[in-house]
T-cell receptor
Framework: DQQVKQNSPSLSVQEGRISILNCDYTNSMFDYFLWYKKYPAEGPTFLISISSIKDKNEDGRFTVFLNKSAKHLSLHIVPSQPGDSAVYFCAASVDNNDMRFGAGTRLTVKP | DAGVIQSPRHEVTEMGQEVTLRCKPISGHNSLFWYRQTMMRGLELLIYFNNNVPIDDSGMPEDRFSAKMPNASFSTLKIQPSEPRDSAVYFC??????????FGPGTRLTVT
């Protein structure tokens, strides 16, 4: 049962433009959401998170938006850079335990 | 800190053999997680420990899989007997309390 879904396996964006990665979840008990970034041959690394009491969290070029009524969150990267090319995983948990991950979206930022 | 350490980085074995994957969490972290990554299902949580005690092993696919954490600095994930469908990248992650998890580099397992 995929409780966290990333329906776009890949995304290609031009350098300097905005990248928008989407994620949907089904479990209304989730109260903590995270985005991880993964380069080839490395483990995922934490990027940004948001608690369910917020609808937006910003960290430099990265902003995560949470729409609880739609059970949807998104990651915006602006401006996108070639070094952002990686696989991005959306994750959700209850109290940051038992984290569930999506299948990932491969972002390619073209120079 | 060296981060989460996993060994081996690559493992190739024949069907039916026993496979043991090892993990050393970040010192001071009290939660440890084992994940499996496949193309079809992405990252799946297999089991996690809190203070060396298994909390939730509902993600362990079959009885062929077992995990132990004998102390705060070491954990193993064992597959016996291994099957070709077990081929995947296995990640270990650790965290302190309810903070974000730090992942190891993973072990790529190939079962032929």
């Amino acid at each position: 049962d995929q409780q966290v879904k990333q329906n776009s396996p890949s995304l290609s964006v031009q350098e300097g433009r905005i990248s928008i990665l989407n994620c949907d979840y089904t479990n209304s008990m989730f109260d903590y959401f995270l985005w991880y970034k993964k380069y080839p041959a490395e483990g995922p690394t934490f990027l940004i998170s948001i608690s369910s009491i917020k609808d937006k969290n910003e960290d430099g070029r990265f902003t995560v938006f949470l729409n609880k009524s739609a059970k949807h969150l998104s990651l915006h990267i602006v401006p996108s850079q070639p070094g952002d090319s990686a696989v991005y995983f959306c994750a959700a948990s209850v109290d940051n335990n038992d984290m569930r991950f999506g299948a990932g979206t491969r972002l390619t930022v073209k120079p | 800190d060296a981060g989460v350490i996993q060994s081996p980085r690559h493992e190739v074995t024949e069907m039916g053999q026993e496979v043991t994957l090892r993990c050393k969490p970040i010192s001071g972290h009290n939660s440890l997680f084992w994940y499996r990554q496949t193309m079809m299902r992405g990252l799946e949580l297999l089991i996690y420990f809190n203070n060396n005690v298994p909390i939730d092993d509902s993600g362990m696919p079959e009885d062929r899989f077992s995990a132990k954490m004998p102390n705060a600095s070491f954990s193993t994930l064992k597959i016996q007997p291994s099957e070709p469908r077990d081929s995947a990248v296995y990640f270990c992650a650790s965290s302190f309390g309810h903070n974000e998890q730090y992942f190891g580099p993973g072990t790529r397992l190939t079962v032929t």
